[in-house]
Every structure is written in C-alpha cells, then in structure tokens.
Antibody, heavy 123, light 107 residues
Framework: EVQLVESGGGLVKPGGSLRLSCAASGFTFSNAWMSWVRQAPGKGLEWVGRVRSKTDGETTEYTVPVKGRFTISRDDSKSTLYLEMNSLKTEDTGVYYC??????????????WGQGTLVTVSS | DIQMTQSPSSLSASVGDRVTITCRASQGISNSLAWLQQKPGKAPKSLIYDASTFQGGVPSKFSGSGSGTDFTLTISSLQPEDFATYYCLQYNTYPYTFGQGTKLEIK
C-alpha cells in the first residue's frame, strides 16, 4: 500500500525550531520528488517547498514566506522526508502534509497525501 | 506564479443534485491539473489527475474536463458523503498552486 506518514508536530514558541518527518512506503521513494504543503486553521492549502530526487540533483525550492527559515531534506536509505523549521512565526501555525505524485514504470498517476501533522506556534 | 481562480467559493446543493466547480489558470497549464476533496479534520484526497483521469477507487460520479486555462469538476447525484471542500491544484509550473477552495454544503 502506498503510504505517507508525518510526525514531529507540536507546540513551539515563536522563534523556536521544529523538525517534521514523513515516512514513505509502497513506492520507490528514491525516485520521487517530495513536497510539503501546509494549511493554516480554517484556510486553504499552500505549497511550502519540494526536493527533487538524488538523480535529479536533490535540489530544493521554497515558497517565499519560508525561504531562509525552512529546509527540506531526504534520507533515501530510510525512505523519509524531513522539514526543518527555524525562526518559527505564529503565521506558520497549521497542519503540514507531505505529498508526492505516484510514479511507476515511467508513468505518473495521482497525488498521494499523508495524514498531516499539526504545528502550533504560540507563546 | 500561476494564479488559480476557483469558483464558486461556496455552493449549497441537495442530495441527488449535479454540481459543477470551475478553475481558471492565469496562464496555460496544459492538462496538469488535479482535483482534491477535503473533509473537516482530514487530509486532502485526490479525485482526479491530469484534468480528467480518475484516481483509482474514486466513484465515476466525479468527472473532470478542460485543458489550457479552463477546467471543471462535475459531481453527479450528490450523496451526503460528497459534502466537503474541493480544491484544484496546478502542477504544470513550479511553484505549484491551489485554487482557494469550494465548500459544498447541504441545502
């Protein structure tokens, strides 16, 4: 079964740090371009950033509000994606989802989503 | 960034109705569009990708169409479990962007 499972969310004070993880299974993680998406309470979905596969350079891209504060990385040996969040602000509060497009045999199909992990930034 | 304008932002309908939600891209995105369903407190669930291809296990009551800049999601014969928020997502050009969502409510 194709699955993404996030963990690591919690309550943190403004200016603090948090590291989220996303464990993948059921597909070839090392080939996947992985992304983080977030959703503030009562709001819509926002793309946070992505990391390419190692084959494609393992480069990263971020949305402007998080650039310089958030870092996306991956450990293909553990099939795990990470989101390191520093200098957290109250506006970073929300549910964080990892996602990827399921690709196999040279074709790509639908988007897979984890269940999300809640990050609350508050004093 | 490509802007995705989704309409309506909310929609009230009855069980058994057929509804249509639209998404317009600020520039052409070919067919690189997905439709997602989200219920309160739950993760998004993919319904359709590549504008018109069903996600496995999704009922055929959901259908998508369009290419370029204009896309539609049609849900036929609404059932209670279909009342949720729907989002479009363009993945043609990074940064990928979402529509603002359509909240489908029971009349």
């Amino acid at each position: 079964e194709v699955q993404l499972v996030e963990s690591g969310g919690g309550l943190v004070k403004p200016g603090g740090s948090l590291r989220l993880s996303c464990a993948a299974s059921g597909f070839t993680f090392s080939n996947a371009w992985m992304s983080w998406v977030r959703q503030a309470p009562g709001k819509g979905l926002e793309w946070v950033g992505r990391v390419r596969s190692k084959t494609d350079g393992e480069t990263t891209e971020y949305t402007v509000p998080v650039k310089g504060r958030f870092t996306i990385s991956r450990d293909d040996s553990k099939s795990t994606l990470y989101l390191e969040m520093n200098s957290l602000k109250t506006e970073d509060t929300g549910v964080y989802y990892c996602t990827t497009r399921y690709c196999t045999g040279g074709s790509c199909y639908s988007w897979i989503w984890g269940q999300g992990t809640l990050v609350t930034v508050s004093s | 960034d490509i802007q995705m304008t989704q309409s309506p932002s909310s929609l009230s309908a009855s069980v058994g109705d057929r509804v249509t939600i639209t998404c317009r891209a600020s520039q052409g995105i070919s067919n690189s569009l997905a439709w997602l369903q989200q219920k309160p407190g739950k993760a998004p669930k993919s319904l359709i990708y590549d504008a018109s291809t069903f996600q496995g296990g999704v009922p055929s009551k959901f259908s998508g169409s369009g290419s370029g800049t204009d896309f539609t999601l049609t849900i036929s014969s609404l059932q209670p479990e279909d009342f949720a928020t729907y989002y479009c997502l363009q993945y043609n050009t990074y940064p990928y962007t979402f529509g603002q969502g359509t909240k489908l409510e029971i009349k």
